[in-house]
């Protein structure tokens, strides 16, 4: 399958991702978006994966970009093709197709967590009902488009994850992560403010003890979503025909 990546930062990248798509023969092309590169023709894809950023999904002003993007994201999955978002992705699917996204009224989510997650979905077979995750975000989905399922949750966030019909989901959580993430996101400075106001002055050396900590299962759980992920792909793919982008 070909795979299309929106990237907002190059820190935010596919990550453990790319272990399964290299065993499952996956080609991909990465989009910088931020960098200005323009998106690609849609047809020639066959997922569409939209990862996380430092900008939030109304920065249109700021970030006139985002307007391409969550028009190609609509068209994408208003044909029924599928997607996959993580953290910005996430806020972007609910955005595009009619929810909303806003700061949190509590405090940001910075570090290991869990959420609790609907394992009735295929996306989450063989996933445990309470999963180890990576969260660093201070915004989030505050409204569902019409018809979606909230598929994740957790106490400090209600939208931890949901799907649009059978081919399209968003995670709020990150679950890419490899060994040395948290220590290339602490090096934006959006990212390093966020974290500093949870957790304190100097606090990334902690929270990377926090991810060795827990590194083994957070991967083996993401590698168990992607692959869930990939075979939800094949069958719609192979099932479903997909509308003209």
Known sequence: MRILVFQHVASEHPG???????????TMQQVELD????????????????????MDVWEEDKFPWLRDEK???????GAGRPYLGMCLGNQLLAEAMGGKARLMTGPS????SKVR??????????VPELCTCFQWHGAEVS?????????????????QGFAIGRHAYGLQFHM??????????????????ALERVKGPGALPALQQEVDAGIGELKSNA????ANFLDIAEDVLANEPMGSQ
Request: overall charge negative; hydrophobic content about 50%.
């Open 71 to 77: 028009a190609a994201i609509r068209a994408w999955v």
């Open 35 to 54: 960098a200005g590169e323009p998106i690609p023709r849609l047809d020639d894809f066959d997922i569409l994966l939209v990862m996380g950023g430092p």
């Open 143 to 159: 409204r569902l488009p019409a018809g979606a399922r909230l598929l994740a949750s957790s106490a400090g966030c209600a939208v």
């Open 16 to 26: 453990s991702f790319r272990d399964i798509m290299a065993i499952r023969g996956c």
């Open 176 to 193: 890419e992560l490899t060994e040395t993430t948290a220590a290339e996101w602490g090096a934006l400075p959006e990212y390093a403010a």
């Open 223 to 226: 590698h168990r979503i992607f």
């Open 109 to 112: 989510e910075v570090g290991m």
């Open 117 to 126: 997650l609907d394992v009735s979905d295929p996306i989450f077979k063989n």
